[in-house]
């Protein structure tokens, strides 16, 4: 007869089942921590390619030991690497043959074919679509299927390979794409260096050429129109970017500064003045034709003279004999414009000279500082902002007052570069308050030395 079973059991069973399914999740819980969390001591990782530079540098490809953009050819590098993520540079030590009417170098040795762009912006696609691309073409040993052109000309010095094609031409985009950014990357060279230049414009060539004749030795090379092939030892493509019209002296090959591209401007271009006064100060205003004009420009002037500035109103165009309009700049003790490109020529200014920006209404103070108030810094030039308001803005006679673009110009910015560019540069021109005017005249003269 058997034995009825005791009420207990079915407890026993319960708590078993259950301590089962608990020692299953824990195994189950195990192996998901091992497979996908991090322990709270993890080894080490190995150390990744990259450059580990500020914000104005690409910190994704390589790690580079010394001075960004050095020339010493190293060859554990690769051929091509970016210097920041404006700028890629190309190098290469060997025979190398240019044959630049067809955009293409032969270089051996060389470990693959390489396509690059000379232009300090390649992060922005719309510059660099007119920037022509060259292709670095492995051959001998191995590569025996790419026969290059024969030498016609040989060089005994390096070639230096860099475009003036992007948004070059605008006297902005001139020295922060190309102009500084080739300083740096090469004046280490003492001269002994021939340029290439790609996507030439010729006036642009002729306006900067002093510039270049105390960069070079020699004559700079049309390498798109000319028809030799060139031969030299050794070849950079690119000019390494460090910051808007600026320059890390920690990164370039020569410790280079700011300082130093001033005093090759000056020698390049005969200025005379070293340092700006307040005695008899003189006032250079940046005029504009077309957006962002002063549209009281001749009372302003008058103000200015009242207040015992000799005044000074100049255009400056992609025509202006640069040589002339620099001395005239390094004449001026005050230079003042509405933001645009014109203000670059405060590279002309004598040191401790005051360059105030007109910043028109629209939450553009930003943009004010990272083109021209954090440059000046490094160039020796006082800095002074006036912020236009709306009732010296021309906007206020195109929208009511309560018009969205008025009330809201940071969700205008919101909307991205060419809804601000559209909307607070293209369309507005400024009329100065001439009180208000008139202190920032006597606040620049108590700034002068």
């Known amino acids: 007869?058997?034995?009825?079973?005791?009420?207990?059991?079915?407890?026993?069973?319960?708590?078993?089942?259950?301590?089962?399914?608990?020692?299953?999740?824990?195994?189950?819980?195990?192996?998901?921590?091992a497979r996908y969390c991090t322990t709270p001591y993890p080894n080490k990782p190995a150390p990744l390619l990259e450059v580990e530079i500020d914000d104005d540098y690409d910190g994704s490809r390589y790690k580079i030991s010394g001075?960004?953009?050095?020339e010493d050819f190293d060859p554990s590098r690769p051929t091509c690497y970016n210097t920041s993520k404006r700028s890629e540079r190309c190098a290469a030590v060997g025979d190398i043959r240019v044959d630049g009417n067809h955009?293409?170098?032969?270089?051996?040795?060389?470990?693959?074919?390489?396509?690059?762009?000379?232009?300090?912006?390649?992060?922005?696609?719309?510059?660099?679509?007119?920037?022509?691309e060259f292709a670095l073409l492995p051959f001998g040993a191995s590569n025996e299927t790419v026969i290059p052109p024969l030498c016609t000309r040989n060089h005994s010095v390096p070639a230096f390979l860099f475009s003036s094609g992007g948004f070059a031409g605008n006297l902005y985009h001139d020295y922060t794409d190309v102009l500084v950014p080739l300083f740096t990357s090469t004046h280490h060279f003492g001269g002994e260096v021939?340029?290439?230049?790609?996507?030439?414009?010729?006036?642009?060539?002729?306006?900067?050429?002093?510039?270049?004749?105390?960069?070079?030795?020699?004559?700079?090379?049309?390498?798109?129109?000319?028809?030799?092939?060139?031969?030299?030892?050794?070849?950079?493509?690119?000019?390494?970017?460090?910051?808007?019209?600026?320059?890390?002296?920690?990164?370039?090959?020569?410790?280079?500064?700011?300082?130093?591209?001033?005093r090759l401007l000056r020698r390049a271009f005969h200025l005379k003045r070293e340092v700006a006064s307040h005695i008899k100060p003189r006032l250079l205003i940046i005029s504009r034709k077309s957006s962002r004009r002063f549209l009281n420009e001749r009372a302003m002037a008058h103000a200015a003279a009242l207040a015992q500035f000799?005044?000074?109103?100049?255009?400056?165009?992609?025509?202006?004999?640069?040589?002339?309009?620099?001395?005239?700049?390094?004449?001026?003790?005050?230079?003042?414009?509405?933001?645009?490109?014109?203000?670059?020529?405060?590279?002309?200014?004598?040191?401790?000279?005051?360059?105030?920006?007109?910043?028109?209404?629209?939450?553009?103070?930003?943009?004010?500082r990272v083109t021209f108030k954090d440059p000046a810094k490094d160039m020796d030039v006082t800095y002074m902002e006036y912020n236009?308001?709306?009732?010296?803005?021309?906007?206020?006679?195109?929208?009511?007052?309560?018009?969205?673009?008025?009330?809201?110009?940071?969700?205008?910015?919101?909307?991205?570069?060419?809804?601000?560019?559209?909307?607070?540069?293209?369309?507005?021109?400024?009329?100065?308050?001439?009180?208000?005017?008139a202190h920032t005249l006597e606040h620049a003269r108590s700034l002068l030395p």
Not at 14 to 31: D, K
Not at 103 to 110: G, M, N, R, T, V
Not at 405 to 421: E, N, S
């Open 388 to 437: 236009v308001s709306l009732e010296e803005s021309s906007l206020k006679n195109f929208y009511p007052k309560d018009h969205f673009y008025l009330q809201h110009p940071y969700d205008v910015h919101k909307k991205g570069w060419d809804a601000i560019k559209t909307v607070y540069l293209d369309k507005q021109s400024v009329t100065l308050n001439l009180t208000k005017f």
């Open 67 to 70: 001075p960004i953009g050095e």
């Open 103 to 132: 955009s293409k170098i032969y270089i051996s040795p060389l470990d693959k074919e390489w396509r690059t762009k000379p232009y300090a912006r390649r992060h922005d696609a719309v510059a660099m679509d007119d920037v022509r």
């Open 194 to 262: 021939q340029f290439l230049l790609t996507d030439i414009k010729d006036w642009w060539l002729d306006k900067f050429t002093p510039l270049f004749r105390h960069l070079s030795n020699y004559d700079v090379i049309d390498v798109d129109n000319d028809q030799e092939v060139h031969c030299f030892p050794r070849i950079v493509i690119g000019s390494t970017f460090h910051r808007a019209m600026g320059i890390d002296a920690t990164r370039s090959p020569g410790g280079e500064t700011v300082a130093d591209f001033k």
């Open 1 to 33: 007869m058997k034995q009825p079973r005791s009420r207990q059991e079915p407890r026993r069973m319960g708590n078993s089942a259950m301590v089962i399914t608990m020692l299953l999740s824990l195994c189950v819980l195990t192996f998901i921590k």
């Open 310 to 368: 000799d005044v000074r109103i100049a255009e400056p165009d992609n025509h202006t004999d640069m040589p002339n309009f620099a001395r005239l700049v390094n004449s001026a003790d005050v230079m003042m414009g509405v933001h645009g490109a014109g203000l670059t020529n405060m590279v002309f200014l004598p040191s401790r000279a005051v360059l105030v920006q007109v910043v028109p209404f629209g939450g553009l103070e930003w943009l004010s």
